[in-house]
């Protein structure tokens, strides 16, 4: 598939906004959900960026930035894999297959960013004790680009060159072993992505909710819909249920004490005094 030159700009402001978004963290641009979705109706096929994005987002779940350990670009994974499976004519697992290697890749490039804005902060740090604000405006400006350029450069160079019969024979050249074996360590990907999640919330209490949905799911043939619907309603009960969230039970003790009975007992104490 070959993509016009509005396709090809289209791509390139998706990857700018997505690599923007990955070091932002305001409007989750970055996350595999929302840049899958957009680089397919890029590229005139919204439904399988919708299934690259949800299956990829399973597999990012749990990449996070924690301390100095930098995560794997969840972003770069987005958009490539989606040119690739959609503009490339490969298949999705295919497509998911080469996440985790793009995400090591991105990772890499996200150190390297991250180094050379070192010396933008400095310099921004000095400009703000000469009160240089303009100097450090663009200084801002010019680290949040280089984070666009990031992933903008990558998908620029595969959106020219993914519909090449070279790119494409160096895709079918991929061995089925290596693409069947990173299809299990992505899925292996989503469990450890879930348990850390689960850990971080450490909500013991909502895990027989966690494992119903589980059993649901897997032994039953309801649509994400109807699961949705499902979980929605077991949250209304538990809130409903829960003491904890139930004015019912947090009145204060004294509440229910007659407000006219403790009045009148004082009433007749004056009354006593003033006799």
């Known amino acids: 598939m ?3 030159m509005v396709q090809i700009v289209l791509v390139f402001i998706v990857a700018c906004i997505a690599g923007m978004g990955s070091i932002l963290d305001e409007f989750q641009t970055h996350r595999p959900l929302i840049a899958c979705t957009l680089i397919g109706l890029v590229l005139g096929d919204l439904k399988t960026g919708i299934i690259i994005g949800g299956t990829l987002e399973m597999i990012a779940l749990g990449w996070m930035n924690i301390g100095a350990a930098v995560a794997p670009d969840a972003a770069l994974v987005s958009i490539i894999s989606t040119i690739l499976v959609i503009a490339g004519d490969q298949s999705i697992g295919a497509g998911i297959a ?3 290697p793009l995400a090591a890749a991105g990772q890499v490039l996200t150190i390297l960013v991250r180094t050379i804005t070192v010396g933008m902060q400095h310099g921004a740090d000095s400009a703000a ?3 240089n604000l303009r100097i450090m405006d663009w200084l801002h400006i010019g680290s949040l680009l280089l984070q666009a350029m990031r992933i903008a450069i990558p998908a620029l160079i595969v959106a020219l060159t993914v519909g090449t019969s070279t790119v494409k024979n160096l895709l079918d050249a991929i061995p089925d072993v290596v693409t069947g074996g990173l299809n299990v360590a992505g899925g292996m ?3 450890v992505g879930y348990a850390m999640v689960i850990n971080m919330m450490r909500a ?3 895990m027989p909710f966690f494992f119903l949905g589980f059993v649901v ?3 039953t043939e309801f649509n994400l ?3 949705g619907v499902i979980g929605l309603v077991a949250a209304l009960l538990f809130i409903q249920l829960h003491p904890k969230y139930n004015k019912q039970y947090n009145q204060p003790a004294y509440a229910s004490a007659s407000p006219s009975a403790g009045g ?3 009433d007749d104490d004056l009354d006593d005094e003033l006799d």
Do not use: H, N, P, T
Request: proline residues 0%.
């Open 2 to 4: 070959d993509l016009s």
């Open 98 to 100: 080469l996440a985790i």
């Open 129 to 131: 004790k000469k009160g």
């Open 189 to 191: 990907i989503v469990v």
């Open 204 to 206: 013991g209490y909502l």
């Open 217 to 219: 799911a897997a032994f």
């Open 225 to 227: 819909v109807a699961l």
């Open 264 to 266: 009148s007992d004082l």
